[in-house]
DNA sequence: ACTATAAGTGTTAATTTTACATTTTCACAA
DNA sequence: TTGTGAAAATGTAAAATTAACACTTATAGT
């Protein structure tokens, strides 16, 4: 087939991978020591670059697992960035994904083999390149996606405690939630069962466990209402 | 300075504008008879490619300007679409840039030379590649927007009636909005001021003329106020 | 001066959000 | 066995916001 494009500029295409897990109190991010130069030793994103016939999904998904070990998460593309000196390296743009997952239930896969590790937020590390900016920005696009999708529910283990859910908005949102208001609402929104179990780690009276339904979600998105926190 | 990415692949990356304006009742959007093919003849997006040094942003405008002869626009970056057969000619990416332009103020740029048009989104006409879908995400990106920040201004000339607000409103979100109402809670903002000065062309009793203040409004928001329809 | 037409204006009910304190349960220690 | 400490569970009333709704006013044109 012939081409108009032929006198067009190609460029080099990376992609940043921030992913986000929360534990106990803190939401974290996994992050590694880059072993190549530029800025060796220093931390940074989960990245790499697209190839020529890839879609930037499919390369999200390849760079985390090359990294990690992760795979079969649910990343959404966040920006790309492309300022003309972000990588002292050459000239590169980036797209930026972020993943929410469940830290515990990655662990088996995010084993000894893989550099990346877990650093929580409000820490904030300093990264490499504009990998804060990126941060950042993933951040408040959680903040906003956090209060009108159940987003939150990816972070926790399948069962979890009222309290650790409010734990997780408090982490998300960065404020204080009053407990009888949070669990009112959440019950209002009625996409939760309560289980017939207790976890009895945290207290001598124990507290329920809950999962979410996606189902009962899914249904009800369908017959058109909208998840408000 | 040495780089170690010399092995991977460059990719030619476009850029798509999507440029909305509004007139009296209807959304509009620009677009343009491709010239050169593929699919030469059928409508477009503004588009064109990212060059080695540009900022994506830089390259958003350039092109829009190229294309429309319209400048100094405020474009925000949208999404990277990477369907890897998007393009039938070559594997490209597109990000695509939308903006909010005021129809009369711009239409002495916009003049003969260009073949760039107004269509009504309500129309929905038929574009080449995926850019009926980059239109489909620009819409409800914009009605996100619309009812968090008060971007629907943009698309007024500088002096509106509070008719031309509701009417711009009910376009953006696709819904009748109440009249004593939406003026209420316009009012309430305390983002407008009141013109002593009347519209007489669509009334015999005429309508007063609104202005936005900007500085009224970024003063309000640095002191926490949140602007919500 | 009459008429036709769009502009302008407020109140009440319903819903949602916020603030707030006591009782319950149970493991463990005495 | 009884008592104690610690977190879990629970409801209500006031305040704020949103939604529904219809009549009067101003004016140009006849």
């Not at 090359?66 to 959404?76: H, R």
């Not at 009108?148 to 009222?162: D, N, Q, R, V």
């Amino acid at each position: 087939m012939l081409t108009s494009y032929n006198k067009e500029d190609k460029i080099l295409l990376a992609l940043d991978c921030i992913i986000f897990g929360f534990d106990k109190n803190d939401l974290n991010i996994l992050l590694i020591k880059r072993d190549f130069e530029p800025e060796k030793g220093k931390l940074s994103l989960i990245g790499g670059f697209l190839k020529q016939s890839e879609h930037l999904d499919e390369a999200a998904n390849r760079i985390l697992f090359t990294l990690t070990g992760i795979q079969n998460v649910y990343m959404e593309q966040l920006y790309t960035f492309s300022k003309v000196d972000r990588d002292p390296g050459e000239r590169t743009l980036s797209t930026a994904y972020y993943a929410l997952i469940n830290i515990e239930e990655h662990n088996e896969q995010l084993n000894q083999q893989f550099a990346a590790q877990w650093y929580s937020i409000t820490e904030a590390p300093e990264l490499i390149f504009d990998h804060n900016e990126m941060v950042d920005k993933a951040i408040s696009r959680l903040r906003r996606r956090a209060i009108s999708k159940p987003i939150g529910f990816e972070l926790l283990p399948e069962k979890f405690t009222m309290k650790q859910l409010q734990k997780l908005y408090e982490a998300i949102l960065d404020e204080k939630q009053d407990k009888r208001n949070f669990i009112n609402k959440i019950n209002s929104l009625d996409v939760l069962v309560k289980l017939n179990e207790k976890d009895m780690t945290s207290s001598r009276k124990g507290s329920f466990l809950y999962q979410f339904d996606k189902e009962k979600y899914d249904a009800k998105v369908r017959d058109g209402f909208t998840f408000k926190i």
